[in-house]
């Protein structure tokens, strides 16, 4: 599956792809896209083939096409402070770009089937938090990973906002997924060769939309043989943020405010003011005859004259002494200015 954008030669080059072809159509999902390099998620040896449409698998690492991730997390509709859980979350890149939106107060939780791929997704989102640029960006959710059948999740366990299958969904197992969610909560999953957004209505209701056709390879289905106890999944636990996590949190925050702020205000300095010429016009009037009919009638005209430049500056200057409360600009002043003016008048 894949293969329906051009190849890029790096990350970026893809994103804009993704999103020229409107697989990506919203910017926060660009910025997530863009922070996250596909190439990291490959084995050293493949990583030129990541900036392709098209999905790989080496092993038991298995990842989607790029522009089936678009879609997905478009479907999503990923917000701040969301539960998410990802079923066959695999190398942890699609549940590593959710936790960039869903931030620090989010719940991540991702389930997938074979070991040592929970072990790569592990690494990689290490790399990510010691190595990437774009980590000091944004406020994160990590992802939490456990080993299991995805179709194994106890009974009692809690419901999710937000819901994504990365492996082919049988009918049969359609509602098992639906009840996950929470009321309001979408489900997107491939079933039946459609990507398919699931949005639960009400406690026994959901509205169901195909998004795109799609080939997926199918969830693995419980291995046990008749007779024998499942491997029930236990979701990890939803805890309360501790003080430490928070004040992390919160000092994170406020660094990554000033550091915004700073680059800002450096930006707003080397922006050179341009000169804005108001073109001033002085009425003038003139006293002249006119003849009506055999009559010299008096009569004033007014005409509109163009001020030079000297004439400008010394009428500005007077103007200025004259302090007469105008808070227009003229030319030159800084962003900002006039209103900075008009409150010191104010105060006086
Ligand atoms: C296409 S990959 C998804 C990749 C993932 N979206 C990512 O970002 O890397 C599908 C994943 O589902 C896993 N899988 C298949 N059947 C499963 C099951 N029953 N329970 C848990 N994981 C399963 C596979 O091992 C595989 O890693």
Same mark, same amino acid.
């Given at each position: 599956?894949?293969?329906?954008?051009?190849?890029?030669?790096?990350?970026?080059d893809?994103? @804009?792809?993704?999103k020229?072809?409107?697989?990506?159509r919203?910017?926060? &999902?660009?910025?997530?896209?863009?922070?996250? @390099?596909?190439?990291?998620?490959?084995?050293?040896?493949?990583?030129?083939?990541?900036?392709?449409?098209?999905?790989?698998?080496h092993?038991?690492?298995?990842?989607s096409?790029?522009?089936?991730?678009?879609?997905?997390m478009e479907?999503?509709?990923?917000?701040?402070?969301?539960?998410f859980?990802?079923?066959?979350?695999?190398?942890?890149?699609?549940?590593?770009m959710?936790?960039?939106?869903?931030?620090?107060?989010?719940?991540?939780?991702?389930?997938?089937?074979?070991?040592?791929?929970?072990e790569y997704a592990?690494e990689?989102?290490?790399?990510?938090?010691?190595?990437?640029?774009?980590?000091?960006?944004?406020?994160?959710?990590?992802?939490?990973?456990?080993?299991?059948?995805?179709?194994?999740?106890?009974?009692?366990?809690?419901?999710?906002?937000?819901?994504?299958?990365?492996?082919?969904?049988?009918?049969?197992?359609?509602n098992?997924?639906?009840?996950?969610?929470?009321?309001?909560?979408?489900?997107?999953?491939?079933i039946?060769?459609?990507?398919?957004?699931?949005?639960?209505?009400?406690?026994?209701?959901?509205?169901s939309?195909?998004?795109?056709?799609v080939?997926?390879?199918?969830?693995?289905?419980?291995?046990?043989? @008749?007779?024998?106890?499942?491997?029930?999944?236990?979701?990890?636990?939803?805890? &309360?943020?501790?003080?430490?996590?928070?004040?992390?949190?919160?000092?994170?925050?406020?660094?990554?405010?000033?550091?915004s702020?700073?680059?800002?205000?450096?930006?707003?300095?080397?922006?050179?003011?341009?000169?804005?010429?108001r073109r001033?016009?002085?009425?003038?009037?003139?006293?002249?005859?006119?003849?009506?009919?055999?009559?010299?009638?008096?009569?004033?005209?007014?005409?509109?004259?163009?001020?030079?430049?000297?004439?400008?500056?010394?009428?500005?200057?007077?103007e200025?002494?004259?302090?007469?409360?105008?808070?227009?600009?003229?030319?030159? @002043?800084?962003?900002?200015?006039?209103l900075?003016?008009?409150?010191?008048?104010?105060?006086?």
């Open positions: 599956m894949g293969g329906a954008v051009s190849a890029g030669e790096d990350n970026d893809l994103i @804009d792809n993704l020229e072809a409107q697989y990506i919203t910017e926060k &999902v660009e910025q997530a896209f863009r922070a996250i @390099d596909r190439g990291d998620y490959y084995l050293d040896s493949y990583r030129d083939s990541a900036y392709k449409d098209l999905a790989w698998k092993g038991n690492i298995h990842l096409a790029p522009c089936i991730y678009s879609e997905v479907a999503l509709k990923l917000q701040p402070g969301l539960s859980l990802n079923l066959g979350s695999g190398t942890g890149y699609l549940s590593t959710v936790g960039l939106i869903i931030g620090p107060f989010g719940v991540n939780h991702g389930v997938e089937l074979h070991r040592d791929v929970v592990k990689k989102l290490d790399a990510f938090i010691k190595y990437s640029d774009s980590f000091d960006k944004f406020e994160f959710c990590e992802p939490v990973f456990q080993v299991g059948n995805c179709l194994e999740i106890a009974a009692d366990s809690h419901q999710y906002d937000r819901i994504y299958c990365g492996a082919g969904v049988q009918k049969d197992h359609g098992y997924m639906k009840v996950l969610l929470k009321i309001g909560g979408i489900l997107v999953m491939p039946e060769d459609q990507l398919t957004q699931i949005t639960r209505t009400g406690q026994c209701t959901w509205d939309k195909n998004i795109l056709a080939s997926f390879a199918p969830l693995a289905q419980q291995s046990r043989a @008749d007779g024998d106890k499942p491997d029930t999944v236990h979701l990890p636990p939803v805890t &309360v943020r501790s003080l430490q996590d928070l004040s992390r949190i919160y000092i994170r925050r406020t660094l990554r405010n000033l550091a702020e700073d680059a800002h205000a450096k930006a707003t300095a080397q922006r050179i003011p341009q000169k804005r010429k001033r016009c002085r009425r003038r009037r003139i006293s002249t005859y006119v003849f009506v009919g055999n009559q010299l009638i008096p009569q004033t005209i007014e005409s509109e004259e163009e001020q030079h430049p000297e004439e400008e500056h010394k009428e500005a200057e007077e200025e002494e004259r302090d007469i409360g105008d808070i227009e600009v003229t030319g030159g @002043d800084v962003p900002g200015d006039p900075r003016r008009y409150a010191q008048k104010e105060s006086t």
